[in-house]
Each structure stands twice: as C-alpha cells, then as structure tokens.
C-alpha cells in the first residue's frame, strides 16, 4: 500500500517520491543520452547523444535527469507555498511518475485563492524556464552552443516551458483545469463551475484521444486518458466533499446499534445477519468495544465449522473509530483509506452510534435530490 517515501523535508513539508519516480530517473537519463536532436525551428541541439567520452555523456544525462526533478519538486512547492502563506496546510508532497500531487488539509473553495494557487506551479515553471534560457546565452557565448553545459541549460530551459504548457492545458488534473474551475467559479456556485471545468476537460480529452488514434501516437491516446479519467475523478470529489458540507457523523449515524458477544457462534450471528439484513456489527464484551464482526469475517470460516467457531475468534480487533462531532467528510476519507465500510462513532470510551458507508451514501443522494428540486 505504502509505495512512496520520504526523501527529506522542504518548509516543513515532507516531500515524498512515488516508486514510479525511482524508474523515471534512470528512463530519462537514457532518453536524453541517446539522442541529440536538432530542433526544425532554431536548429538547437537537444540531448547528450553526441557528447563523448560516454562517461562524461553519462554525466551530463544523469545530472539533467536529477535536475529535472528537483524543477518538477519546486513547481509542486509553489503551490504549496502560495497555499501555506494563505493559512492552508500541506501534508504532504508526493512526486509521481507524471508529475507531483500536494495533499492538503483542505482545498479552497475560495476562486481567487484557488487561482492564485493553481497559478503558482505553471509560474515557478515558467520562471525556471526562462533562468535557464539567459543562462544557456552566457554559457553560448563562453563556453560555445555546442558544450555539453549549454545543451543542459537549454534542454532544462525548453523542459521547463513544456512543463508550463502543459500544466496549462485547460483539463483537470493539470493546473489549467483548476484555473479554468476558479474562473468559472467567481460567476456560478463551485460544483457547477467543477461541472462545466470538467466536461470541457473531457471534451479535450476526446479531441487529444482522436488526434492520437489518427496519427498512431500512443503517448497522446494515454494523455488523453490520462486527462479524460482526472475530470472524472474530479467532478465525482467535489460532487461529494460539497454535499457532506457541514454534515457532522451525529446527523448521519444510527443511534440503535446492534451489539454482539464474542462467544456468540457464527452460526448464530449468520441468523442474526439474515434476519436484520445488516452485514457487520460492533462487538461488546462487559459494556466495551472489543472489536467488529462481518460477513467477510464469517465466509472465511467453512461452513462446517461455523457452528463451533465463536465471533471472538474471528472478529476484527483493530478499530478505527470516530467522534460524532466530526465532519461526515472525515468519516468517509477514514472508510476510503482504511477499504472498511462501517465506522463505531465513540464518545468519551463509550460507544454512541455507528456510521456506515450507505449512511454517507444516503447523505449525498438526499443533497442531490435537494439540489435537484431548487433548479426545477
Ligand atoms: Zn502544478
């Protein structure tokens, strides 16, 4: 599960790197050590390929490898930056294979934070960029357009205005994509404004895709998908942080819960789980909170055996709970990253309610329905 580590910390932010990242290094290296490339517009050469001795083309590939991702590391630290000096937290920052992701505490539901926000990673790009350019004209004019050094200054320069364009793109997940959503939510409510954000998205998407399939070049159909899968993903999050807005786990969860014992038989609780129709309950031992029982717990045991095997055998004993006066928000995140469906809601060591993932799920139709009703 945990396929990211820690490399060290930036302002107090722990900037982690996905194992994706640790075969992007060396990918690169090769890439850009294999080829020179002069470009059709300005006849510069791009890449290391010409450079020799090997050892020094190797060098210099690396060097430029590494140098890229320190650029991809301040671009995400640029969000995070304009967003820790607004007063929001940043968890984490972790470099994938594409790119970073920031996680934050929260995400603005402010426009002009939010533009601010998405603008500051594109700008630190673009700043990088153009450094590079006015140092590849020193190095020029010193060392000659053809030194190694030049090639890195201007393949890291050209690398870091690609970087830019691309994040500007108008399509979730990039930058552009929360742009365009800030935009659009300074004049209309902020899940319409994520609505609008990603169907134009998607519709890049498809453009992208077409384009892809029709001149066979599989880097763009994947883009694509890419671009077509991140809309999605937004639209569905907003969609749903929006709805359980306000919404504590004490309006949401069941006050009446049904308790088991731990020397309860399966067979017996499979009746119980038959009858009620519900498929998992807190276990209480001496009026405390042992663990939770599931169908899942139960299939694991053959049926043959049920009638001997107590629920104390089989029970689950790490708990995740939760408080009732928590954001029901809360409690759906700890279900999504935990993969359980039912949370026991515990105040002061005592055991108030329970929340499951259908109660959530209740929670969001009810406020789409509400939604629904105030447009017609
Ligand atoms: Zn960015």
Redesign the pocket.
């Known amino acids: 599960m945990n396929s990211s580590f820690q490399i060290g910390k930036v302002m107090g932010i722990p900037l982690r790197l996905h194992i994706t990242f640790l075969a992007i290094i060396p990918w690169i290296a090769l890439i850009f050590g294999s080829v020179s490339m002069p470009d059709p517009f300005f006849g510069k050469t791009y890449g290391f390929g010409a450079v020799e001795p090997p050892l020094v083309r190797w060098a210099y590939s690396f060097a430029f490898a590494i140098l890229l991702f320190v650029c991809v590391a301040l671009?995400?630290l640029?969000?995070s930056y304009v967003a820790r000096v607004n007063g929001i937290s940043i968890r984490s920052i972790t470099l994938y294979l594409f790119?970073?992701v920031a996680a934050m505490e929260e995400i603005p539901r402010e426009p002009r934070l939010e533009l601010k926000m998405?603008f500051a990673?594109?700008g630190v790009s673009g700043v990088l960029g153009i450094l590079c350019m006015l140092l590849y004209s020193q190095s020029a004019a010193f060392l000659g357009e053809e030194h190694p050094f030049s090639t890195l200054l201007l393949t890291l320069g050209v690398m870091n205005l690609i970087l830019m364009g691309f994040?500007l793109l108008p399509a979730f997940p990039?930058?552009g994509g929360r742009l365009l959503r800030a935009y659009f939510a300074t004049r209309m409510p902020y899940v319409t404004a994520t609505r609008r954000a990603a169907s134009l998205g998607k519709m890049f998407a498809i453009f992208m895709g077409i384009l892809g399939l029709f001149s066979f070049n599989f880097l763009l159909l994947l883009i694509a998908f890419f671009v077509y899968i991140g809309a999605s993903e937004e639209e569905k999050a907003t969609a749903i942080d929006i709805s359980l807005e306000g919404i504590h786990v004490r309006n949401i969860m069941s006050s009446q819960v049904q308790t088991v014992g731990p020397n309860m038989s399966l067979r017996a609780l499979m009746d119980l789980m038959f009858r009620e129709k519900h498929r998992g309950y807190p276990v209480m031992d001496s009026g405390a909170l042992q663990g939770i029982v599931t169908i899942s717990d139960v299939q694991r045991v053959p049926d043959s055996q049920r009638d001997l095997t107590t629920v104390g055998e089989v029970m689950s004993r790490k708990l995740f709970v939760i408080g009732p006066e928590e954001e029901a928000s809360a409690a759906m995140k700890m279900m999504q990253e935990k993969g359980i469906r039912r949370l026991p809601v515990m105040e002061e060591d005592k055991m108030v309610g329970i929340v499951s993932r259908e109660d959530l799920v209740r929670a969001i139709e009810l406020w789409s329905e509400r939604q629904f009703s105030e447009r017609s």
């Open positions: 671009h995400e640029g969000h790119g970073g998405a990673g594109p994040n990039m930058d």
